[in-house]
């Protein structure tokens, strides 16, 4: 037993094979993370390592700016961006459908239209009911054509939901907190729905 145990000692360290592509010598390393046979070896992949280096520390100081970013953001710009995780769902959701108010396959542009403004009903802006495919000129020339839009809300999920959109609703406020964890919900729908085309 004791034999085995001196066998299994930390201090043997095993063979590896040399980090230079150029070099197929394998050797029993000296130190700790030693990577190389000699010291030429080390000097022949010296810019390698180098550009990994630059690579990893130009991409931790882009985490760390994100994240500075994100903490001095506003309630404003996160709900922005929730805005626009909401909206690309919305999208996703719809593709392949036609434009809710005039019935047409736009090859432009394509929006995410409220039945009910965000501005008459901004409880209901990141309601799913109340935001189908648009094509930008129903959406944005013809303020959403709501007429026609309504017609096709009807047929789509029912005349019962669609007087419960048209009815009175509490008033919401969103916290910052809130809105995270809505965009992180929408964009994780948008992920699951685009995987799932694909």
């Not at 094979?17 to 046979?37: D, H, R």
């Not at 459908?97 to 901004?122: E, L, M, W």
Request: charged share 25%; proline share 5%; aromatic share 6%.
């Amino acid at each position: 037993m004791i034999g085995q145990a001196a066998k299994k000692s930390p201090l043997t360290r095993r063979k590896r094979q040399c980090a230079n592509p150029a070099c197929t010598a394998e050797f029993v390393p000296f130190q700790l993370g030693q990577k190389v046979c000699t010291w030429q070896c080390g000097l022949a992949i010296a810019v390698t390592n180098q550009d990994k280096a630059r690579k990893a520390l130009a991409q931790r100081e882009r985490r760390e700016v994100r994240a500075r970013k994100e903490k001095l953001k506003s309630r404003s710009e996160h709900l922005k961006d929730t805005q626009a995780a909401f909206n690309a769902w919305v999208r996703a959701r719809d593709a392949g459908q036609p434009c809710i108010s005039c019935g047409r396959f736009h090859q432009g542009k394509n929006d995410a239209g409220h039945y009910r403004t965000v501005a008459s009903a901004p409880e209901l802006r990141f309601e799913p009911l109340n935001c189908h495919l648009q094509c930008s000129p129903c959406n944005t020339h013809k303020s959403g054509d709501i007429v026609n839009y309504r017609i096709s809300l009807v047929l789509r999920i029912g005349a019962e939901k669609v007087a419960w959109l048209e009815g009175p609703h509490a008033p919401k406020k969103y916290t910052v907190s809130d809105l995270k964890a809505l965009t992180a919900h929408y964009r994780e729908l948008t992920r699951a729905l685009k995987r799932g085309a694909a």
